[in-house]
């Protein structure tokens, strides 16, 4: 906070499409899509319709031993796209907390079949899973994880996706500590928050059988990949993945209102069912979770999936965004590595220039019109899965202009 001023925020005052538009009128192409929430832009004339039109209905009741109509057609619509077997739904607000629900679930699964001693989970490194501290201890360290060692819980670790052999380590761990472990979780085929980081989309195939064959169950954490991030709905579907839980965030209302769920498989979904107020309840809940005007931008959001075809130009796009980071980037001073997967990318500056640089290229874009924000050394590029090829034309361009003003002025003084 000592610095925020200096950083000179961009403060939005309305949108346009892909643009955000600041207080004093200043236009910037969301090249973040708002931190990877985004899908379709902003001011989207469908989902500000579905948000008006529920919001005659009933903005919000609780979900607690009750229902909503809404939420009950989401739930419907999204068992139909789900990449996991008779799906259930517990709806929160937050990433953080849909992987904290799963957690719990993974860890209560046991319990409730008298299975003692399964107890931790399997994570990877690099992993990013919210900053709860449940999401905190199964993520990885850095970004000022070390502080909150003494409340994290801990897990076993297998290596990040940047270890060609990371699955087959995670495997092998799986196969030797297997009675201890509620469960396995990963970000399927890319790490977001660790730098994108991509892994093999048939890597993951390795740790999956080894979890199917040692009974820990197996959570897909999809807050980032879900809803056309990557090119296909779900991550899991090009890792060939059916996961006994799923965690769904960002995407999931378009960016427009928060809301997460955790999804579990029927059998898992078997494990809790009990009398009421029994010993296989799941004490769970959060007060807004299935948020009715949420649910309703959300299932508006589904169909315009369909009917706009945009899973098809997220991975055209994609791949031009990928051929244009690679044509005008591969040997800029300072750049050492660019990856991708669909619209997720990140451009990894080299780790011995001063520790901000990637922050003043973010910044030099932003005064250019585009809003870019990195993290650590990675700049990271997320636009809408709506984008267009003359917009991320512009995307790059900026970027490489920013790069070069940036790392002349790094190297010169
Ligand atoms: C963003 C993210 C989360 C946390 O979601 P929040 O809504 O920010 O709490 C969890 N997991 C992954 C993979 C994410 O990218």
């Known amino acids: 906070m000592g610095t925020y ?12 499409g892909h643009y955000l538009i600041d207080v004093g009128g200043q236009r910037y192409l969301d090249a973040i899509s708002s931190v990877w929430v985004n899908t379709f832009g902003h001011t989207v004339p469908e989902l500000d319709q579905a948000i008006r039109d529920q919001l005659g209905r009933v903005a919000h009741s609780t979900m607690l031993g009750n229902g909503n109509r809404v939420v009950v057609e989401l739930a419907e619509a999204l068992t139909g796209v789900v990449p996991i077997d008779n799906p259930r739904f517990l709806f929160a607000s937050d990433g953080a907390a849909a992987v904290e629900q799963a957690a719990k679930i993974a860890f209560q699964y046991w319990t409730n079949q008298n299975v003692h001693g399964r107890s931790t989970f399997l994570t990877i490194g690099g992993a990013y899973h919210g900053d709860t501290i449940g999401s905190l201890s199964l993520g990885a360290d850095g970004f000022g994880t070390d502080l909150f060692d003494p409340l994290r819980f801990g897990v076993l670790r297998a290596p990040g996706y940047d ?15 297997h009675e201890e472990l509620a469960a396995a979780i990963i970000e399927p085929l890319v790490q977001g928050a660790a730098g994108i980081r ?3 989309p048939e890597a993951a195939s390795e740790l999956a059988a080894a979890c199917a064959k040692h009974g820990v169950l197996l959570i897909c954490d999809e807050v980032a990949t879900g809803f056309g991030r990557t090119g296909t709905m779900f991550a899991s579907e090009q890792c060939g993945l059916r996961p006994d839980l799923l965690c769904l965030g ?4 378009g960016g427009y209102l928060p809301m997460s769920a955790t999804v579990a498989a029927g059998h898992v979904h078997e494990a809790f069912l009990g009398d009421d107020l029994g010993t296989e309840t799941l004490y769970h809940g959060h007060s807004y979770g299935g948020n009715a005007l949420a649910a309703a931008v959300a299932l508006r959001h589904l169909e ?11 991975r055209g796009r994609g791949d031009e965004l990928a051929g244009l980071l690679r044509d005008r980037l591969t040997g ?6 660019i990856r991708s997967a669909g619209l997720l990318a990140g451009v990894e500056l080299a780790a011995a220039l001063p520790q901000l640089t990637a922050r003043r290229v973010c910044a030099a874009a932003v005064a250019r019109g585009v809003l870019l924000r990195p993290i650590g050394a990675v700049i990271t590029v997320v636009p809408p899965l709506s984008i267009t090829s003359p917009e991320l034309e512009t995307i790059v361009d900026v970027l490489e202009q920013s790069l070069e003003a940036t790392l002349t002025a790094e190297t010169t003084t």
């Not at 800029?332 to 590595?337: C, E, K, L, S, Y």
């Open 5 to 16: 001023a200096e950083n000179a925020p961009v403060i939005v005052e309305r949108a346009e």
């Open 163 to 177: 270890d060609p052999s990371w699955a087959e380590t995670a495997a092998a761990i799986v196969a030797e500590r």
């Open 198 to 200: 991509v892994a093999e």
């Open 250 to 253: 960002k995407g999931i209302t």
């Open 304 to 314: 315009l999936i369909e009917e706009t075809h945009v899973l098809a130009n997220a």
């Open 332 to 337: 800029v001073a300072g750049v050492v590595d």
